[in-house]
Nanobody
Framework: QVQLVESGGGSVQAGGSLRLSCVAS?????QGWFRQAPGKEREGVAV???????TYADSVKGRFTISQDNTQTTLYLQMNSLKPEDTGIYYC?????????????????WGQGTQVTVSS
């Protein structure tokens, strides 16, 4: 059973920064970050594949950066210039399979989520 454990969430004012981390029990081909705001569907934020390819949601391009450590078992999301609309529960996800549409929530393994709150 693959386990994913997120950390790094918190509260910050608009314009601030946070870095999320996700530790996986094993390395997977695809790892990503998703978020869910109250009353909204879960949406893809950023995904990275083992080959190094990254995909970002338009709403976070230029502000967020997804990365991994050398073992590819720790996933990071550096979030800069945060906005109130970035508020939500952020989930780490991983899957061993390739998938043609990276930001779709088609991942087998999910973390428990970490809250990010951005105030104006």
């Amino acid at each position: 059973q693959v386990q994913l454990v997120e950390s790094g969430g918190g509260s910050v004012q608009a314009g601030g920064s946070l870095r999320l981390s996700c530790v996986a029990s094993v390395s997977m081909y695809r790892q990503g970050w998703f978020r869910q705001a109250p009353g909204k569907e879960r949406e893809g934020v950023a995904v990275i594949e083992r080959i190094g390819a990254t995909t970002y949601a338009d709403s976070v391009k230029g502000r967020f950066t997804i990365s991994q450590d050398n073992t590819q078992t720790t996933l990071y999301l550096q979030m800069n210039s945060l906005k109130p609309e970035d508020t939500g529960i952020y989930y780490c996800a991983a899957d061993a399979r390739r998938y043609p549409r990276p930001l779709e929530a088609v991942f087998r393994y999910w973390g428990q989520g970490t809250q990010v709150t951005v105030s104006s």
